[in-house]
């Protein structure tokens, strides 16, 4: 079977016709194509394109473009760079590669169970190929679905992935393009879905030569944390729109993805209508009918709208959002730490924790203490829990650490496994962190490769951003901090496979590998037509509490969960089959209701308790 996603830009090959070339530049009065035996001049065409259409190209050709006599700067719409954003792109051939998953249709949200895992540190080599060896490893563990950190091309050799420049290019650290499409087949036979997490709010600041050609692609209206905004909603943007939309489809056609996760959509700024993340959404819905494409967001301002359902409860725009509330929440209560962001959750952490748990967002517009009292959120009671993706570990709640510090180096054992038997059971999808489910013990640093004063501005300011907190105040403190640009930060953040036969890793993962397999048993085939406000929940200890949904089929799913250092009183305990409970359990206390330190308990009543 071939795949193929035609773009309006880029190198598209052509059969004996060669290759056709296309490049918006609206800013440039001319442009040329470089080739490897020489220049051609391109057309100019209507809306600031340039073209050509050369017969002697072929797949593997090399080839740059060069505005008005300037530098020589790689295809923004490129599917291969194989000597980084600054080299010259190849041309390839996607129908070149035989897939072999064509009885591939996807699996339904709510079966999802998410990986999260970065390609560059999951494995020793940090190749694709590396990753798709693992993949018995992840489907025996219990997940039902990878997400990737972002691919696309980044400056040098290592990166987190969210300074991409050429956003079609898996980045050549990593492999070519048939090996990306090899691990994604591979998945599938496995029965796992494979997520991608891209960047469509900014370029990295190494790399990027679109201001050079194509300035009408960003605007100074608006800021973002990265510079100036990509202008979606400016009366000449319909190229810019069309390059992230054709970007979000070609991952779905051409790589068989099952679905992306959008990296911080409340930084593109956009008031069209439809704005541009619900374009993508509707675009994606189109992509591949009868196979189910799954858009989730990053957004720290809680826009419930992006997740409405129609009356059949299917996702109308995204299909969820990471739910960054359940994460502070449990942190708060796992570590203490109730600095920065946490602060808005340390007053009441299983208060907002309960909400999580069955209402999505905690924060659905009231004031936020650490945004300067600015509300935040909307109202999200009204939703299913298949809107909110729940985790108690990302790249970015790890890495954005100092030290790269993972929750076991954080917090108990036992308080761990408490949070891991309510974040897996519960019923909205569940993501890990790749090597939480074995407690890793290597951390995951913030890692870059940047060039020159690039590189030093990165590492000073990656120090000066811990100056604000009381343990980082000494400067000699905050020099310890790894360098980002630093090879051996890199490494010290790759995953040690070798300890999982060490007994605190074996126990971990055990653990892990047993909720999964009682997620997948009993929760999951009991999920599909879930609505919203079907959960409950009371605090019935300082941090403990008492939770209920009435679940797609009727039956009633009940926590009982005690998530603090000291037992909780006696709490009624619901009727129902016992799904899981916590070792630290005594039969006894259990029929008494007393819960004892970091304890969870699952139960299941086939139809509605009266």
Not at 109 to 129: D, M, N, Q, R, S
Not at 303 to 310: N, S
Not at 317 to 327: C, L, S
Request: hydrophobic share 40%; charged share 25%; aromatic share 10%.
């Amino acid at each position: 079977m071939k795949r193929r996603h035609r773009m309006p830009f880029g190198a598209e090959t052509q059969g004996e016709a060669g290759v056709r070339f296309r490049l918006w530049a609206p800013s440039a009065g001319r442009v040329d194509l470089l080739l490897e035996n020489g220049e051609v001049p391109m057309e100019p065409l209507a809306g600031g394109w340039f073209g050509a259409q050369v017969a002697t190209a072929r797949p593997g050709s090399r080839y740059r473009f060069r505005a008005d006599g300037g530098p020589p700067m790689p295809d923004p719409a490129s599917r291969c760079n194989p000597d980084d954003v600054g080299g010259a792109s190849a041309v390839i051939d996607p129908e070149a590669f035989d897939w072999r998953d064509g009885g591939w249709r996807g699996s339904p949200w709510e079966e999802a169970a998410i990986y999260e895992l970065h390609v560059g540190t999951f494995t020793p080599t940090g190749t694709f190929a590396g990753a798709a060896e693992h993949l018995d490893y992840l489907a025996s563990l219990g997940v039902t679905a990878i997400e990737l950190m972002p691919v696309a091309d980044f400056p040098g050799r290592r990166s987190w992935g969210y300074d991409g420049v050429l956003p079609f290019a898996p980045d050549s650290a990593y492999g070519r393009p048939e090996d990306l499409k090899e691990l994604v087949q591979r998945a599938h036979e496995k029965g796992l879905m494979v997520l991608l997490d891209v960047v469509y709010n900014h370029f990295g600041p190494e790399g990027n030569s679109l201001h050079a050609y194509a300035a009408p692609f960003f605007t100074e209206r608006h800021k973002t944390p990265w510079g100036p905004a990509i202008d979606f909603e400016g009366p000449g943007s319909r190229p810019v729109r069309d390059f992230f939309l054709h970007n979000a489809l070609y991952w779905i056609e051409e790589y068989h993805l099952d679905g992306l996760r959008l990296d911080a959509v409340h930084a593109m700024v956009d008031a069209s209508a439809p704005d541009i993340i619900e374009e993508i959404a509707a675009a994606l819905r189109r992509a591949d009918p009868g196979r189910p494409i799954h858009l989730v967001l990053e957004n720290d301002r809680n826009q419930a709208r992006y997740l409405e359902r129609d009356r059949e409860g299917r996702a109308v725009r995204a299909t969820a959002q990471w739910n960054d509330d359940f994460h502070h929440a449990f942190h708060v209560l796992l570590t203490g730490e109730t600095d920065g962001y946490y602060a808005d959750y340390a007053g009441d952490p299983i208060a907002h924790l309960g909400r999580c748990l069955t209402e999505g967002f905690s924060f659905q517009g009231q004031p936020s203490a650490y945004r300067g009292w600015k509300r935040r959120g909307e109202r999200s009671d009204q939703l299913p829990p298949g809107a909110f993706v729940d985790f108690l570990q990302t790249h970015d709640q790890v890495g954005n650490r100092a030290f790269g510090e993972r929750l076991c180096q954080l917090a108990q054992p036992e308080a761990l496994a408490a949070a891991a038997a309510v974040l897996l059971l519960a019923p909205s999808p569940p993501l890990l962190f790749m090597g939480e489910e074995f407690a890793a013990d290597r951390p995951f640093l913030f890692f870059c490769d940047f060039g020159g004063d690039l590189a030093a501005a990165v590492t000073q300011g990656r120090r000066g951003e811990f100056a604000a907190f009381g343990r980082f105040a000494d400067p000699a403190v905050r020099a310890r901090i790894p360098d980002p640009n630093a090879e051996s930060t890199f490494r010290a953040s790759v995953l040690d496979w070798d300890i999982l036969a060490e007994p605190p890793h074996a126990r971990c993962l055990a653990l892990y590998r047993e909720l999964l397999a009682l997620r997948r048993e009993w929760i999951v085939p009991r999920l599909a037509g879930m609505g919203g406000g079907q959960g409950r929940f009371r605090v019935v200890g300082a941090m403990a509490l008492a939770v209920s949904w009435r679940l797609g089929d009727g039956s009633r799913l009940a926590l009982l969960a005690n998530l603090g250092a000291q037992p909780a009183g006696e709490v009624a305990v619901p009727s129902g089959q016992i799904l899981y409970r916590s070792d630290n359990f005594q039969a006894t206390d259990f029929q008494a209701g007393r819960l004892p330190p970091w304890s969870a308990a699952w139960l299941l009543a086939p139809t509605e308790a009266p």
